[in-house]
């Protein structure tokens, strides 16, 4: 068992750069680049790089078998994708950035030597695993919702992206949009706009501009018919 505030601390980006930086040939296999909003990535099998975020948004699309493809939303700190061995590596993976994003991009083999050294614990992977675990977790859920509360759980997701302005308010991520809601619910856009102007005749959201913003957290959470669930956003 570990503690969690152990792992968090040690696979913060600030942490794994202060381990990747003790090697002289940093500069030389970690590259800063900026990838401006919109951009979309395809990758298949084929893997020479990692990717750490270090600034702004993400989506990640994992397309699976019989076109069902399921994605989740990243920020700092995450890595788009991390193998926990050779062969686990999705045959094809599709990254869109969500805003303006700024990441480091390093060579595999260099990132592997380096954790090799200085985490012989596997911190980093363990902390990985647990936060895909609950990233699944969550999207396995939201299967099992109905259409309108699954929206209601996407809104609640979307808190964790948001700036709360008080202690009843969040102004929620200028990516959000009614078709990105649509899709991260599984719903239709028509009827995510007819969920949204209830929530607004109820005084819950404003999103007449951007940023969107829910006047009252509680009650939008109280609206989701899984309130056991909202312990593990």
Known sequence: MYLKETLDQF?????????LKKDPGFNKYCI??????KTIFTADKKRKYIYIIE??????VFEGTNQYNFSYILQKGAFPYLPVYTEDIPKHMMLIALTDVVWWKIEFQFFRKMMQLEDPRN?????HLAETRRRLYLIAVQEKLSSRDSIYFSLNTMLDYGLRVSEKAVELPEFLTYQFLADHSNSSKSY??????????KGILESQKKPWRINDVQKLQELIHTEALLSTL
């Open 11 to 19: 696979a913060s980006i600030s942490n794994i750069l202060k381990l």
């Open 32 to 37: 800063q680049e900026r990838v401006l909003h």
């Open 55 to 60: 600034e702004g948004y993400m989506k990640l």
């Open 123 to 127: 911190y980093l992977m363990l902390h």
């Open 192 to 201: 995510t706009s007819k969920v949204l102007s209830h929530l607004r005749e």
